[in-house]
């Protein structure tokens, strides 16, 4: 049984239906993030678990404990979940100093003062904010507010940690180090941790598990590698990667074999797998860096030609076009070419992934 | 580890549970409990207004024959509405003032806001100070000096400085009438339309006049279809606000009008109510309540939908100021002589002539301190009117405490009701309840002062099973302040609600703090200026307040202003100078208090036009 489960969960405000059904579990110590586009249902479903928010079906269960259920009119309030979250605008107390921001939770809980000041200690050091104790929030740049928010929540030792969008109110070189931060926080405390993002770098640098979502639904839960090299279906194919990935229509021709005549004539043959259905309307999905391409026809090279060169600093990326198809080729910026070039592009079929046109999922990997 | 067992739970159990979650909302409880006082202190007494004007009261029942008591019945309705003297001309004196003053106060009122906000005139801060004055007074603290400058002794008055002055005798029109009232009463309310016209002038950037001049449209074209469409729904709210007010007040038509027989509504609901005739005075109330209703029900459906221009442009707004030339020094010399002239130098006149021992003779021999702190001694050559200076008056002090008692008691429940509802309304946004809660709160504004002082006397006037009948105690004065000054705490309270985020109750909330912790520990600190702010609001306005308390006091729980105009109806002059003067230096003082708090807590923390 793992640590977290969540089924069925759903929330809509009015018409908009926020979080769908979702139905997922989280282990124990891991450090899960989700991840989607912005009104995809991800704070929605954080303040769900938080206690913030209140579903309208479904059932939570942690470490066994049920802490939601609609079915038996089950709501632990919010304040006897024992789970921290760190908000996206840290919400310090404005009117306390750090001290007393991170101490409130333990003079709630009745600590006594040295506990208190024993604990606050070991926080401030943790998060590296020795001798800023008596700093009111407003003195502080908000990546060391972020280090308070989230040593203020770790002061009621909490089992779990919930953090929404901790990094995107920073700018590009502190959210770097904060993530390094952050990753060193949850070894050393061996929390679980759950974080809601849209930064996909930010998830997959941080994460043991990552859950894309789209439009109230979960669309895949995997590792951070298997979601960007296997995704289960169009949308995180689509979604996850930067450059994006090419997505290039094509038809079976032959099942047994697995051979698809793709858009822009030419045959694609995937020598493994379980057999596809004859003349199946399907999708491939190739990332701009899997693909090599050469000056001369090699043995499966295809004729591409180059439309625009884009500098993107390592590389260069490549838009090719044959006939009214489309491809999108990272190379090394050491080529040499220039628009117009004819180019022979080898696709690797054991990095190309096959999808069901009309479902969208997964046929071939 | 706590068993999970899926099979069905009793439904007793299920309910007890879906009543736990639903309580553990804060607000939710908040707002239930909220309800009670709320429904007690402004919807129950609107029905028993409404049963009081449809029912035969006990005075009744000596009057008329076969009247019982209680018993329902529509005879004075039929009887008042049909009655020239009693009704139609008071009705239309009513809306004969209210749209004098609508008028005067938009004429005066836009003038100086266009001048102040797009001209280029010299001294736009000693303007703006001098144009808010106003309506921070009394409302009828500009009567007394009209009396005194204008009466004569061709109409048996004795001796008023103009005539002391030129000799000049003004005509009975002049001092008593809708004139004098209107006048009045327009210079105490434009700067309504003053502060709401010029914020609004304020916030339309000239970038969008620019763009129509750049379209090629003229000076003109662009005020009609650029600046007047954007400027339209504040000045509207604020004529409306000014006519409402001006039908609803009662001091001013009160002394300015009675004598000369001329009579408005709120001035005859106070002498049917002295005439013990109840079920009139409320019908009357009635009429007045719903005419003021109405008025701000259409103001609301007509600019309703467009009051989002106000707050356009926002920041960085870059204006074109008019250049005013060589006018510039005269126009902003006329201004403040206007405010001068029609403010400054009737408030001096009052004051001086709380110094005059005998009426009517301005000279410097006849300076004195006997109606300041003079003894009532008849032995003394002084003695003039058989009372005492005010300071000796034992009368005054009294007062003095009971409106200090009333205003701040009041003041305190009130902003703290106003904070707990600014709470409901901000973490109950679009829920019903909230909804309901605030638009209760909100019903008062609609009610003119005496108006609602005819709503308590017609519930707490008599017991109601446990509850003692309250007529002449402390506690209806209280519960009056309460009520009437709801909406201005609960906008504050709102208001105040909105500056800290959400989030910061929250993040204490997932820590494990209790509401009540919440509340004392992170809410109350970041919202108390509000509440600071409602205090002061809701003191100053309750202090200066007459018409709500005037058919409400007994020699018990008298007050400064119900004094003050007692003194002035009954022809004893200096002296309700004297109290008037003591009442505006009150007034201004606490007003100056309040203006220091909010420049050094850094925000304004009401709406503009509240003080």
């Known amino acids: 049984m793992a640590f977290i489960e969540i089924s069925n969960l759903s929330k809509s405000f009015g018409e908009l239906v926020a ?92 600590a006594s003062q040295q506990d208190i000041e024993t604990k606050v200690d070991s926080l ?52 770097l180090e904060m993530r390094t931060e952050l990753k060193r926080i949850h070894r050393d405390t061996g929390i679980t941790v759950i974080y809601v993002t849209h930064d996909q770098v930010e998830a997959f640098g941080l994460s043991t598990c990552v859950a894309v979502m789209n439009e109230g639904l979960i669309q895949q839960v995997d590792s951070p590698a298997n979601i960007y090299s296997r995704p289960q279906n169009l949308f995180v194919a689509g979604f996850i990667g930067t450059p994006r990935v090419s997505l290039i229509p094509g038809k079976v021709v032959n099942g047994e074999t697995r051979k698809i005549r793709m858009e822009g004539e030419f045959d694609l043959t995937f020598p493994k797998g379980p057999p596809l259905k004859d003349f199946q309307e399907v999708i491939v999905a190739v990332r701009p860096e899997d693909l090599k391409i050469r000056r001369k026809k090699g043995k499966d090279g295809v004729e591409y030609l180059i439309d625009e060169i884009l500098m993107s600093g390592p590389d260069l990326l490549l838009y090719l076009r044959r006939k009214a198809s489309t491809l999108l080729v990272r190379v090394s910026r050491n080529f040499s070419l220039s628009q117009g070039d004819k180019v022979y592009v080898d696709f690797n079929p054991s990095e190309c992934n096959i999808y069901d046109r009309k479902t969208g999922n997964i046929l071939l990997a | 580890m706590e068993e999970i067992r899926l099979e069905e739970v009793p439904t007793i159990t299920k309910l007890a549970r879906f009543l736990k979650i639903k309580l553990s909302h804060p607000w939710l409880v908040l707002g239930l409990i909220l309800l009670f006082p709320l429904t007690l202190l402004i919807i129950v007494p609107i029905i028993s207004l ?79 100070a001098l144009a808010t004055l106003p309506y921070i007074l009394p409302s009828w603290a500009l009567a007394l000096p009209w009396l005194e400058l204008f009466r004569n002794t061709g109409m048996g008055l004795g001796t008023g400085f103009l005539e002391y002055a030129t000799g000049l005798k003004a005509p009975p029109w002049i001092v008593f009438g809708p004139l004098p009232i209107v006048i009045v009463l327009g210079l105490h309310y434009f700067p ?31 005020f009609k279809t650029i600046t007047f469409p954007i400027v339209m729904p504040a000045l509207l709210a604020a004529i409306i606000l000014s006519f409402s007010r001006a039908v609803g007040t009662f001091g001013t038509p009160s002394l300015l ?14 002498i049917l109510m002295d005439m013990n005739r109840q079920s009139e005075c409320y019908i009357l109330s009635i009429i007045l309540i719903a005419m003021c209703a109405v008025i701000f029900y259409l103001n609301s459906r007509v600019i309703g939908t467009r009051k989002g221009f106000e707050t356009m442009g926002g920041k960085g707004v870059r204006k074109y100021l008019v250049p005013l030339g060589k006018l510039r020094t005269p126009i902003s010399a006329s201004v403040i002589g206007f405010i001068v002239v029609t403010i400054l130098f009737p408030l001096g006149l009052l004051v001086w002539s709380s110094f005059m021992l005998n009426a009517g003779d301005y000279s410097i021999s006849n300076f004195s301190l006997q ?27 009294r007062c003095f405490r009971n409106t200090i008692l009333i205003a701040v008691v009041g003041a305190a429940i009130t902003a703290f009701m106003g ?20 638009s209760v709160s909100f019903i008062p504004i609609m009610i003119p002062s005496i108006a609602f002082g005819a709503l308590y006397i017609s519930l707490f006037g008599a017991s109601h099973g446990p509850m003692p009948a309250l007529y002449g105690t402390f506690t209806i004065m209280i519960l009056l302040v309460i009520g009437k000054q709801m909406p201005y705490a609960s906008r504050t309270g709102v208001s105040a609600m909105y500056q800290p985020s959400e989030e910061l109750e929250e993040a204490a909330e997932v820590v494990g703090a209790r509401w009540l912790k919440r509340f004392r520990q992170i809410i109350w600190p ?72 909010e420049r050094r807590s850094g925000k304004v923390l009401t709406e503009k036009g509240i003080l």
């Open chain 1, 19 to 110: 979080v769908d059904a979702v139905t997922m579990e989280i282990a124990g110590g891991s450090f899960t993030s989700f991840l989607g586009p912005s009104g995809c249902g991800k704070t929605t479903l954080l303040r769900m678990l938080a206690g913030l928010e209140e579903p309208d079906a479904g059932e939570i269960i942690v470490g066994g404990r049920q802490i939601f259920s609609s079915s038996q009119m089950v709501n632990i309030s919010a304040r006897d979940r024992k789970m921290g979250l760190v908000f996206q605008s840290y919400a310090l107390w404005p009117h306390m100093k750090v001290f007393d921001n991170i101490a409130y939770g333990l003079k709630v809980e009745k």
């Open chain 1, 124 to 175: 401030l050091n943790m998060v590296k904010m020795e001798g800023l104790e008596g700093r009111y929030p407003s003195e502080l740049s908000g990546g060391q507010q972020q280090r308070v928010s989230v040593a203020r929540m770790l002061a009621v030792e909490p089992q779990i940690l919930l953090m929404d969008e901790p990094l995107s109110n920073l700018d590009a070189k502190l959210r």
């Open chain 2, 50 to 128: 409404i049963i009081g004007a449809t029912s035969f009261q006990l005075a009744d029942t000596f009057r008329i024959t076969g009247a019982k008591a209680g018993e329902f019945t529509l005879y004075f309705w039929g009887k008042a509405l049909s009655n020239r003297g009693l009704f139609i001309q008071p009705l239309l004196n009513t809306l004969l003032i209210g749209t004098g003053v609508a008028v005067m106060t938009m004429v005066i009122g836009c003038m100086i806001a266009w001048l102040v906000s797009r001209t280029d005139i010299p001294l736009k801060g000693p303007i703006d």
């Open chain 2, 192 to 222: 309504f339309v003053f502060i709401m016209v010029s914020s609004a002038l304020r916030n339309v950037s000239s970038e969008l006049e620019e763009a129509g001049e750049l379209l090629g449209a003229g000076r003109l074209r662009i």
């Open chain 2, 257 to 270: 009008g009675l004598p000369g027989r001329f009579t408005v509504l709120t001035v005859q609901i106070k």
């Open chain 2, 371 to 397: 109606h300041w702190i003079g003894v009532a001694d008849p032995e003394d050559p002084t003695f003039i009117t058989g009372y005492p200076g005010v300071f000796r008056h034992p009368m005054f002090l």
């Open chain 2, 419 to 438: 904070m707990l509802v600014g709470y409901v309304v901000v973490r109950g946004r679009g829920k019903r309840l909230s909804a309901l809660i605030e």
């Open chain 2, 526 to 597: 970041l919202t108390r200026s509000g509440f600071s702010a409602g205090v002061l609001i809701v003191f100053i306005t309750t202090a200066r307040e007459l018409s709500l308390f005037v058919m409400l006091v007994t020699s018990k729980t008298n007050i400064l202003t119900t004094l003050t105009f007692m003194y002035a109806e009954s022809g004893v002059s200096q002296l309700s100078y004297a109290l008037m003067t003591t009442l505006v230096v009150l007034t201004l003082m606490f007003v100056g208090i309040y203006k220091l708090y």
